[in-house]
């Protein structure tokens, strides 16, 4: 079955051609964009820190200090601020390396940060409920949910890691996640030019190539409001989210309108201020990247399990520009606390 969906008319707004087959779509072009694909220009960037001991390195207001060769201990991240979260369970702290030749059992804290504000490239996980956090890890084991960031090989390192964890750890970690209330993270900028910027190989940051500027044209670019200090991992600093002039209050109108031809809000099942109702995620203040790459998943198939259909429903019917645009506007929202009440 082949479907044209049309779209209203918002500057550069694209057609989407879908081509479904046994209920997964097929979308007409992947934003690359929001997937953190290293590039070409990548090889301009300047290399991280080497990770010498004999450097310490301190975060602004925190009573710890780490050597660089501390900072990059991908099996033990630092905790900068550690009276402002609860303990955290071994697995969120500490990773372990491979006993059997697969991956190391890397630590949650590393990518999503001991308060769960993660990386624009990796995912926000602070406020969302037990059962979320716990049925993604089912679904990303059944192939229900493809990890696609980065180049492939990437996807298939990150898919391997998701099936190290046992289910006593994932569960503790979820229930350490889903006790934290979300934090102001994203500064949403509307613009016509970013620094020219280029995705590192080596952490998939997106990071700043000095001296020049270039046209932001039809993506979001998610930089780091201090990138040594977000490459030390310092969870008091965290990115700004610069998107197309005008996608703010496009996005608000499909938001609150619904998809073309769906009639459906998104406040209707993720609540009011979009900060999660029952079952559903809070989306308000998530990283707008990690945004478009959930409509697009669920888009083109790449996520379809037990809860997708709804969503599933209303991508369908977005273009690539229209993510882009509501991504935009929850991401300029407040988070307003998440939802905690579904535990297991």
């Given amino acids: 079955m082949t479907r044209l969906i049309s779209t209203p008319s918002w500057p550069a707004l694209t057609v989407a051609l879908l081509v479904c087959f046994h209920g997964r779509c097929l979308a007409a072009e992947r934003p690359d964009w929001a997937f953190f694909v290293p590039s070409a220009e990548s090889a301009q960037l300047p290399p991280t820190s080497p990770g010498d001991a004999r450097h310490t390195w301190h975060a602004p207001g925190s009573p710890r200090s780490y050597s660089s060769a501390e900072i990059h201990d991908v ?144 993506r979001i670019v998610e930089l780091p409001e201090n990138e040594t200090a977000l490459l030390n991992r310092d969870s008091h600093s965290g990115y700004v989210a610069y998107v197309p002039k005008g996608s703010v209050a496009a996005g608000k109108t499909l938001v609150m309108a619904g998809a073309p031809g769906t009639g459906v809000a998104c406040t209707t099942c993720h609540g009011p201020q979009l900060t999660g109702f029952g079952a559903m995620p809070p989306l308000a203040g998530r990283p707008p990247s990690y945004l478009v790459r959930q409509l697009w998943a669920f888009q083109s198939g790449d996520r379809h399990g037990a809860m997708a259909g709804a969503m599933q429903a209303v991508a369908s019917r977005l273009s690539t520009d229209q993510m882009l645009a509501i991504a935009a506007y929850v991401a300029s929202l407040p988070e307003g606390g998440g939802n905690l009440k579904a535990h297991r």
Avoid at 93 to 100: L, Q
Avoid at 133 to 160: C, K, M, P, W, Y
Avoid at 182 to 204: F, G, Q
């Fill in 75 to 218: 099996l033990n991240p630092p905790d900068w601020y550690p009276a402002e979260h609860p303990e955290m369970p071994p697995i969120v702290a500490h990773g372990s390396k491979p006993t059997t030749g697969g991956p190391p059992l890397l630590p949650c804290a590393l990518c999503h940060l001991p308060n769960g504000a993660g990386h624009a490239e990796s995912a926000s996980v602070a406020g969302l409920s037990v059962d979320y956090i716990v049925r993604q890890f089912d679904e990303q084991r059944s192939g229900a949910r493809r990890i696609a960031v980065g180049n492939a090989g990437t996807g298939h390192f990150l898919t391997a890691l998701k099936n190290s964890y046992s289910s006593d750890q994932i569960l503790d970690a979820a229930r350490y996640y889903a006790s934290l209330k979300p934090r102001r993270w994203i500064r949403v900028v509307e613009t016509t030019t970013v620094p020219r910027s280029a995705v590192d190989p080596a952490t998939l940051m997106r990071r700043v190539i000095a001296g020049a500027r270039e046209p932001l044209g039809q």
